[in-house]
């Protein structure tokens, strides 16, 4: 769905995977794996200051341009912290420090910090948003076809043209694609004619009426 780190920019940075344009508005929370968390170098080796700065920058980053960076500037970064700048400084030279694990990326030149377990999430999360995409897609082309049917019968239209899930669905696909108002039976009748001339109609025997 995303490109992976491929792509590397003029300066050697490898180029932020997630487009700018994308945002996640409805994005609300990220999952924690904790086992994943308790065995890591950062919470291990890191301070609860900093353990607690690190946590605060992944939620931060979930309301960036692009989505998951971080800007590098330490300025910005102790504002969106709400520490002071020379604290800041302090902390990101210990040994573990809150950017643990993040590296620089450019994201359409601007020089930004990215993090793998954070695009990670972020991936996922783009998944699932497209698979309830999808799967809502698919239940209302299904109420468009369920519409579509109970039309015909009231236009008094074969059984075995009603049962015909081919061609059903091949005039579902040609009103999609060429029907931009309300579908009303005139349009279902172009539409079946459109359909009985293709030869989809049980080899073409179903005619419409005039």
């Known amino acids: 769905m995303m490109a992976r780190l491929a792509s590397v ?32 170098s950062l919470h291990l080796k890191g301070s609860y200051e900093v353990q607690g700065m690190a946590t605060a920058l992944f939620c931060i980053a979930q309301n ?11 300025m910005m970064l102790a504002r969106l912290l709400r520490v002071e700048e020379s604290k800041w400084r302090d902390m990101c030279r210990a040994a573990i420090s809150p950017l643990h694990g993040w590296e620089r990326c450019t994201s359409e030149g601007e020089v930004r910090w990215m993090h793998p377990v954070v695009i990670e999430v972020l991936d996922d999360v783009f998944t699932r948003r497209e698979a309830r995409t999808l799967s809502a897609q698919s239940r209302a082309r299904e109420k468009r076809i369920e519409r579509m049917v109970s039309t015909f019968r009231g236009m008094s239209m074969p059984e075995a043209f009603l049962q015909d ?29 459109w ?3 293709q030869g989809l109609l049980n080899g073409g025997r179903v005619r419409t009426r005039a």
């Open 195 to 197: 359909a009985s001339e």
């Open 165 to 193: 899930r081919a061609a059903i669905e091949a005039i579902e696909d040609y009103l999609e694609a060429t029907c931009r108002g309300n579908r009303t039976p005139a349009v279902y009748g172009r539409a079946v004619k």
């Open 64 to 74: 960036q341009t692009p989505v998951g960076s971080l800007p590098c500037d330490d």
């Open 9 to 40: 920019g003029n300066d050697g940075l490898p180029e932020y995977p997630i487009p700018r344009d994308q945002r996640l508005p409805t994005h609300f929370f990220f999952p924690l794996q904790f086992n994943r968390w308790l065995n890591s």
